[in-house]
C-alpha cells in the first residue's frame, strides 16, 4: 500500500469504517441475472458514531464518485448518445444483464411490438482476457421465447415455432473489450414474443480462422479404393445428391487417410481413391462439437486454373468403431464421427497435373447460459391491423399488421411458385413515401400460404401512414 501522511492515513481510516448504502447508487450500476431470480439487499440501517460526522461530507462525495463511475460504464442514456441508434426513439430502458464464463451480456434498451422487436445489448469480456473481436457472433446459440397459440382447449398447441433475426454491430471497443449490437427480431406470426421480452444465447463465438488451401495429397496414381457396402438409410443427406439413390451402393471405408492444412485434429481427409471411374474424396470429423472446424468443401483445379465441382456430395455417419450408421435404426446421438463424401467425375488420367482444393472455417468459443428477460410497456396502440382482399400478380395480401418496425403480411398465391418476397414493397404516409426492406418469413407449399415480414430503416409513425403499396398497386390502410 502508498504511505499516507498523517491527515490522509486519518481520512483513510475514517473512510474504512464507512458501509456505503449500494441502494443510493443510480441504476446505472449494471445488476446482474442469475438463473433468472433478480434478489434485492435489504438496505442496512447504520448508525453514525460521533467520530464519523467529519467524515460525512466525504462519504456523500465518495458515493457522488461511485454513481459517476457506475455512468461511466455506459447506460441506456450514454449508449443513446454515444450511438444515436436508429430505433432510438421507440426503445426504452432495460440495463439488465447476465454473466457466465466470464463474459456479461446485457440488455441495454428494446421494444417490441405482438411478434417484432428491436434489442440494443452488448458483450463484454470481463476476465480480463479480451476473447471477443469484431468476427464474435452468436450464430445457433442465440435464443428468443415466444408464446405458442392456444386453440380455445385451455392449453397451449405443440406446435412448431421459430424466428429470425438481423444483427448489426454498431461498436467494438477495444479498450474494455465490448461489443455494442442492434437486433431486430422477427417470430412467427401465430407465436409471438414473449411478454416479458425473454431472449438469450447459450454459446458465443468468439472468432473464426478461414482457409481456402490445396490439400497436401498427390491425386496421380490412385489405385481402386477400400470401400463399404452401403444402402441407401445409410446415406443421410448430402448436396446434390441424385433422387434415385439405388445406383449409391458403396462408399469409402472411413479412415485417417491425411491431415489437413488447418492443423486441427477434429477434421481430416478420411479416404481417397476411383470408384467406378470417378474421383472420390471423403473427409472425416469429429461430431457433436460446438466448436471448432464446419464443414470443407472441396473442388478441382485444373492446370489452366478451371475449377472442377463435385457431381454431388454424400453425409454418412459413423460410430466411435467408425461403422457407417443406418438411419432406420440409429439416431444422430449415436454418431461420434460425421463423412462428407465428395464425387468428382473426371478423366482419373488427367488427375495427375490437377489439385484438390479445400475451403473450411475453424471457430472458437464458449458455451455457457446467458438470459435475460425485460418487462416492457405495452405497444398495442401503435400497431395497425387489417385485412385485404387486393389481388397482387396472382398473390393475395390478406393480412397486413403494421408498427413502427414495419410490415408483416399473411396470404395465399396461385401458381407453382410464390414470388410475394421478390417484390417492392412501400409505405405511403402524409410526408411521402417510406420503401420497405424485405425480412423473411415462410411459406407452406402445400396450402400455397405465405407468412412474410419487411422492416423499415427508421421508425414509422403508424398513424402517418394512408396506405402499402406493392408492385405499385396501392392498398389503403383500414380502420383509421
Keep these: 500500500m502508498s504511505a499516507f501522511d498523517k491527515n490522509e492515513k486519518t481520512i ?41 460526522v467529519a467524515v460525512i461530507a466525504l462519504s456523500a462525495m465518495l458515493v457522488v464518485t461511485a454513481a459517476a463511475a457506475a455512468a461511466a460504464l455506459g447506460g441506456f442514456d450514454w449508449f443513446i448518445q454515444k450511438f444515436n441508434p436508429s430505433f432510438s426513439e421507440v426503445v426504452e430502458p432495460v440495463e439488465i444483464s447476465s454473466e457466465d464464463q466470464g463474459i456479461r451480456m446485457e ?11 428491436v434489442v440494443y445489448l452488448s458483450l463484454q469480456d470481463i476476465s480480463g482476457q479480451n476473447r471477443l473481436t469484431e468476427q464474435t457472433d452468436f450464430r445457433d446459440g442465440f435464443r428468443v421465447a415466444m408464446d405458442p397459440p392456444d386453440r380455445g382447449t385451455g392449453q397451449a398447441d405443440e406446435v412448431t415455432a421459430s424466428f429470425s433475426w438481423k444483427q448489426n454491430l454498431l461498436f467494438f471497443d477495444e479498450e474494455t473489450n465490448t461489443l455494442y449490437y442492434e437486433f431486430n427480431i422477427t417470430a412467427d406470426v401465430d407465436s409471438p414474443l414473449s411478454d416479458p421480452l425473454e431472449l438469450g444465447t447459450s454459446r458465443i463465438y468468439f472468432s473464426k480462422r478461414e482457409y481456402e488451401e490445396p490439400v497436401s495429397v498427390s491425386l496421380g496414381g490412385l489405385d481402386g479404393a477400400q470401400v463399404t457396402p452401403i444402402v441407401k438409410n445409410q446415406i443421410w443427406g448430402g448436396r446434390d445428391v441424385p433422387d434415385d439413390l439405388s445406383g449409391i451402393t458403396a462408399a469409402l471405408t472411413p479412415g485417417h487417410y491425411a491431415a489437413l492444412a488447418h492443423g486441427e485434429d477434429d477434421q481430416w481427409i478420411s479416404n481417397i481413391g476411383i470408384v467406378d471411374g470417378k474421383l472420390h474424396v471423403q473427409i472425416g470429423k469429429i461430431f457433436g462439437k460446438e466448436f471448432g472446424n464446419i464443414d470443407a468443401t472441396l473442388v478441382l483445379r485444373t492446370p489452366d486454373g478451371q475449377f472442377i465441382t463435385p457431381d454431388y456430395e454424400l453425409t454418412l455417419f459413423g460410430d466411435e468403431d467408425r461403422r457407417l450408421l443406418d438411419s432406420g435404426t440409429a439416431s444422430y446421438s449415436e454418431a461420434a464421427y460425421k463423412y462428407n463424401e465428395a464425387i468428382f467425375s473426371i478423366n482419373t488420367d488427367e488427375l495427375d497435373d490437377c489439385t484438390l482444393y479445400y475451403n473450411s472455417a475453424v ?30 400478380e396472382g398473390h ?15 396470404g395465399s398465391y396461385e401458381g407453382e411458385e410464390c414470388l410475394a418476397s421478390e417484390m417492392t414493397l412501400e409505405i405511403e404516409t402524409m410526408d411521402g413515401i417510406i420503401p420497405l426492406e ?42 383509421r
Excluded at 396502440?381 to 389481388?391: E, G, I, P
Aim: proline share 3%; hydrophobic share 35%.
Design 12 to 52: 483513510h481510516d475514517a473512510l474504512s469504517q464507512i458501509t456505503v448504502d449500494a441502494s443510493q447508487i443510480k441504476s446505472k450500476v449494471q445488476s446482474r441475472l442469475h438463473e433468472e431470480t433478480f434478489c434485492g439487499a435489504d438496505p442496512r440501517r447504520v448508525r453514525w458514531a460521533n467520530s464519523m
Design 107 to 117: 440488455v441495454i434498451g428494446a421494444q417490441k411490438y405482438g411478434n417484432k422487436a
Design 363 to 392: 471457430y472458437s468459443g464458449v458455451e455457457g447460459r446467458w438470459k435475460v428477460a425485460a418487462n416492457l410497456s405495452d405497444t398495442s396502440r401503435q400497431t395497425r391491423m387489417w385485412t385485404n382482399d387486393v389481388l397482387v
Design 396 to 410: 393475395l395480401f390478406e393480412y397486413l399488421t403494421l408498427s413502427p418496425l414495419g410490415l408483416e403480411i399473411r
Design 438 to 479: 424485405g425480412g423473411g418469413g415462410s411459406l407452406n407449399y402445400q396450402e400455397q400460404t405465405f407468412n412474410l415480414h419487411w422492416d423499415t430503416e427508421s421508425p414509422v409513425d403508424v398513424t402517418t401512414v394512408t396506405a402499402v403499396m406493392i408492385n405499385g398497386t396501392r392498398i389503403p390502410v383500414k380502420g
